[in-house]
């Protein structure tokens, strides 16, 4: 069955970065969107950034444009988000999902999700 492993979350200052990691098995990783979410506590689960299956097409939440980027390595089935110019708003569990085909930024469209990462920021 499909499943999503992340890893790299954890405590960091303001202004530091972070890269999260995304391992994929299961499927066939190449057909299918990738995306990251992220929980905060207290607060709904809010879209992050997602790829398309040939990484030619990425998205971002405009709180994270033009600090987070977005990858993916199909011959090593992973996924990865780059983060820079942290701050104490981007504190939050982080979820890797995926979903047949098409990206979405809506949560609903995905049926796979990782555990979780949990990213800590202080300021």
């Known amino acids: 069955q499909i499943q999503l492993l992340e890893s790299g979350g954890g405590s960091v200052q303001a202004v530091d970065s972070l890269s999260l990691s995304c391992t994929a098995s299961?499927?066939?990783?190449?057909?299918?969107?990738m995306s990251w979410f992220r929980q905060a506590a207290g607060k709904e689960r809010e879209f992050v950034s997602t790829?398309?299956?040939?990484?030619?097409?990425?998205f971002y939440a405009d709180s994270v444009k033009g600090r987070f980027t977005v990858s993916r390595d199909n011959a090593k089935n992973t996924v990865t988000l780059e983060m820079t110019s942290l701050t104490p708003d981007d504190t939050a569990v982080y979820y890797c999902?995926?979903?047949?085909?098409?990206?979405?930024?809506?949560?609903?469209?995905?049926?796979?999700w990782g555990q979780g990462t949990q990213v800590t920021v202080s300021s």
């Open positions: 999902a995926t979903r047949y085909a098409a990206i979405s930024r809506d949560p609903a469209q995905y049926g796979n």
């Open positions: 299961g499927f066939t990783f190449v057909n299918y969107a």
């Open positions: 790829i398309s299956r040939t990484g030619s097409t990425t």
